[in-house]
């Protein structure tokens, strides 16, 4: 087993990252999605230009838990057109203008009869919102306020050419295996139209950063699950069921784009490892953030947190759903995210996964009073490096607490050293042999690889 995996972002090429996941955001942006339908299938073709995702099609019908799969829906035009015919509201300039789910309609109507269905924000004028009718069959349009309100009495011609019909749900899944089936989760959800922050940048993240694993080796096995919001999950889990007892760490990606401050919600559980990682993560990041307990509110670790399945899936998110104005309006567009902030979103996540990967229990092999570190030559240099006192303190602590009863993170948490110094100075005790790796789940311990 390779016990030491540098996954910070040293080897790579950030500003060329920024860019990538920049741009795939703004491929997948025009794009009309939804819960079920073309624009995913056709999102899910793009990612796996990246990745080699399987997709997969659950049919409408399908009970899902206390759930059912729903029809599937397209939209290939909508419009309002005033007397004279000018369209003075246009899918073809942005689907937000539709109302998610829309059934089809062609029909001419007064204006007090179209308001029923006209949706708008009195507060932000020249926005337009984002709606959806997943569940309840209904038709509508979104629209700037300012349209609203110049809208002169008269009659409309209002045409959705929509359908909503029997087909499928559709999911996309990449599996990178690991030396151990133990499994991180990482999730994100794929039914939102053209908004970027809420989700295309949690997308773009997933997919860039499955592209970077999937070069390197690694110890846990990862899935990648891009779905529909609550519906997508909830399949997901009621199809693998049997597969849950292997998820040992997860979280969910979304709004990972924006310039607000890192965020963390923690698990149901609480002190998951996850819960731990992330917030020892973002203490030594020297930027600011928030942590918030868990709620049954969010994204979709509400599905892997409900009491059936209590599972240790956290949110790591920049600004919150709900908590900006741009969010779930036409003004969370390609100007509100930014290459810095997903750049540092991704790091942030590699900086999580390198605590999990690396986060082993050491036994000491040689407790009785400390060894001389000196005459092996770890007191001064460390890997060709002068050693810093951080370096020595962390070759202290993990000699003391390397007694089987403490993994690395406790170490980290308890020295409030940064994990990767307390990762490095195990790696170089136990290349000089006074570390060796305890397999708790064997009960002994197991010599040590050095890389
Ligand atoms: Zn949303």
């Given at each position: 087993?390779?016990?030491?995996m540098?996954?910070?972002?040293?080897?790579?090429d950030?500003?060329?990252?920024?860019?990538?996941?920049?741009?795939?955001?703004?491929?997948?942006?025009?794009?009309?999605?939804?819960?079920?339908?073309?624009?995913?299938?056709?999102?899910?073709?793009?990612?796996?230009q990246?990745?080699?995702?399987?997709?997969?099609?659950?049919?409408?019908?399908?009970p899902?838990?206390d759930?059912?799969?729903?029809?599937?829906?397209n939209?290939?035009?909508?419009?309002?057109?005033?007397?004279?015919?000018?369209?003075v509201?246009d899918?073809?300039?942005?689907?937000?203008?539709?109302?998610?789910?829309?059934?089809?309609?062609?029909?001419?109507?007064?204006?007090?009869?179209l308001?029923?269905?006209?949706?708008?924000?009195?507060?932000?004028?020249d926005?337009?919102?984002?709606?959806?009718?997943?569940?309840?069959?209904?038709?509508?349009?979104?629209l700037?306020?300012?349209?609203?309100?110049?809208?002169?009495e008269?009659?409309?011609?209002?045409?959705?050419?929509?359908s909503?019909?029997?087909?499928?749900?559709?999911?996309?899944?990449?599996?990178?295996?690991g030396?151990?089936?133990?499994?991180?989760?990482?999730c994100?959800?794929?039914c939102h139209?053209?908004?970027?922050?809420?989700?295309?940048?949690?997308?773009?993240?997933?997919?860039f950063?499955?592209?970077?694993?999937?070069r390197q080796?690694?110890?846990?096995?990862?899935r990648?699950?891009?779905?529909?919001?609550?519906?997508?999950?909830?399949?997901?889990?009621?199809?693998?069921e049997?597969?849950?007892?292997?998820?040992?760490?997860?979280l969910?990606?979304?709004?990972?784009?924006?310039?607000g401050?890192?965020?963390?919600?923690?698990?149901?559980?609480?002190?998951?490892?996850?819960?731990?990682?992330?917030?020892?993560?973002?203490?030594?990041?020297s930027?600011?953030?928030?942590?918030?307990?868990?709620?049954?509110?969010?994204?979709?670790?509400?599905?892997?947190?409900?009491p059936?399945?209590?599972?240790?899936?956290?949110?790591?998110?920049?600004?919150?759903f709900?908590?900006?104005?741009?969010?779930?309006?036409?003004?969370?567009?390609?100007?509100?995210?930014?290459?810095?902030?997903?750049?540092?979103s991704?790091?942030?996540?590699?900086?999580?996964?390198?605590?999990?990967?690396?986060?082993?229990?050491?036994?000491?092999?040689?407790?009785?009073?400390e060894?001389?570190?000196?005459?092996?030559?770890?007191?001064?240099?460390?890997?060709?490096?002068?050693?810093?006192?951080?370096?020595?303190?962390?070759m202290?602590?993990?000699?003391?607490?390397s007694?089987?009863?403490?993994?690395?993170?406790?170490?980290?948490?308890?020295s409030?050293?940064?994990?990767?110094?307390?990762?490095n100075?195990?790696?170089?005790?136990a290349?000089?042999g006074?570390?060796?790796?305890?397999?708790?789940?064997?009960?002994k311990a197991?010599?040590?690889?050095?890389?």
């Amino acid at each position: 087993m390779t016990i030491t995996m540098d996954l910070d972002a040293k080897s790579l090429d950030i500003e060329g990252l920024g860019l990538d996941m920049y741009n795939l955001i703004a491929e997948l942006y025009p794009i009309c999605r939804s819960i079920t339908g073309d624009g995913v299938r056709k999102t899910l073709k793009i990612i796996q230009q990246h990745i080699p995702l399987k997709v997969h099609e659950v049919p409408t019908g399908t009970p899902v838990f206390d759930w059912t799969v729903p029809k599937e829906w397209n939209i290939r035009d909508a419009y309002i057109k005033d007397e004279t015919g000018k369209k003075v509201v246009d899918f073809q300039n942005s689907n937000l203008h539709v109302l998610n789910y829309s059934i089809p309609i062609h029909q001419k109507m007064s204006l007090s009869e179209l308001k029923e269905h006209l949706f708008s924000m009195p507060d932000r004028p020249d926005w337009v919102p984002y709606r959806t009718s997943y569940y309840q069959e209904n038709w509508g349009f979104c629209l700037s306020d300012r349209t609203l309100q110049s809208l002169p009495e008269g009659d409309y011609e209002v045409y959705i050419d929509s359908s909503l019909e029997p087909g499928s749900l559709t999911y996309g899944e990449l599996l990178l295996p690991g030396q151990t089936t133990d499994e991180v989760i990482l999730c994100c959800h794929s039914c939102h139209p053209s908004l970027c922050n809420d989700n295309l940048s949690g997308i773009a993240l997933v997919t860039f950063l499955a592209d970077y694993l999937s070069r390197q080796t690694l110890r846990y096995s990862y899935r990648f699950l891009f779905m529909p919001g609550t519906i997508g999950s909830i399949t997901w889990l009621s199809r693998n069921e049997h597969r849950v007892s292997s998820i040992k760490h997860g979280l969910t990606v979304s709004n990972v784009g924006d310039s607000g401050r890192l965020a963390y919600k923690k698990s149901r559980r609480g002190n998951a490892d996850i819960d731990r990682a992330v917030i020892h993560v973002l203490k030594k990041m020297s930027q600011e953030y928030t942590v918030s307990e868990f709620s049954p509110y969010g994204y979709d670790e509400r599905q892997f947190c409900s009491p059936g399945f209590n599972l240790p899936v956290g949110s790591l998110t920049r600004s919150q759903f709900g908590t900006y104005p741009e969010y779930h309006t036409s003004a969370d567009n390609l100007e509100f995210i930014q290459t810095s902030a997903l750049v540092n979103s991704f790091e942030t996540y590699l900086n999580v996964i390198d605590v999990l990967e690396n986060n082993h229990t050491y036994l000491n092999t040689n407790p009785k009073c400390e060894p001389q570190l000196g005459k092996r030559g770890l007191y001064s240099t460390l890997g060709g490096k002068q050693t810093t006192p951080d370096d020595r303190m962390a070759m202290l602590w993990v000699l003391n607490l390397s007694d089987g009863e403490h993994t690395l993170l406790d170490i980290a948490e308890r020295s409030d050293l940064n994990f990767s110094t307390i990762k490095n100075a195990a790696f170089n005790l136990a290349n000089s042999g006074l570390l060796k790796i305890y397999s708790s789940s064997a009960k002994k311990a197991v010599p040590v690889n050095s890389r």
